[in-house]
């Protein structure tokens, strides 16, 4: 336990920034999820609907330093080539 009131407050800080990362991870999993959902049903149209709300949801999750922007890349990646492999 903190023992010190800095190392208190400093405590009370991530606790607050922790549930706001993980809000925005969550955020940002559910998007690729609806991605691959689509993907998976096989409807290329709404696929692609799909990818451009989850670049933007993923985009801003990197952007807030909670997403690595490389790993936020790799994601957008994957999944457009998933949609581009569709028939």
């Avoid at 959902?37 to 409807?43: Q, T």
């Avoid at 692609?48 to 994601?75: F, I, T, Y």
Wanted: hydrophobic fraction near 45%.
């Amino acid at each position: 336990m903190a023992n010190t009131k800095s190392a208190r407050k400093r405590a009370r800080q991530a606790l607050e920034r922790r549930g706001r990362n993980m809000s925005l991870r969550t955020a940002a999993r559910s998007a690729i999820k609806g991605v691959k959902k689509a993907i998976a049903s096989g409807d290329k149209a709404a696929a692609s609907a799909a990818l451009a709300r989850s670049q933007s949801m993923v985009d801003r999750v990197a952007a807030k330093g909670v997403l690595h922007p490389n790993a936020a890349a790799r994601h957008k990646r994957r999944l457009a080539h998933a949609i581009k492999a569709m028939h």
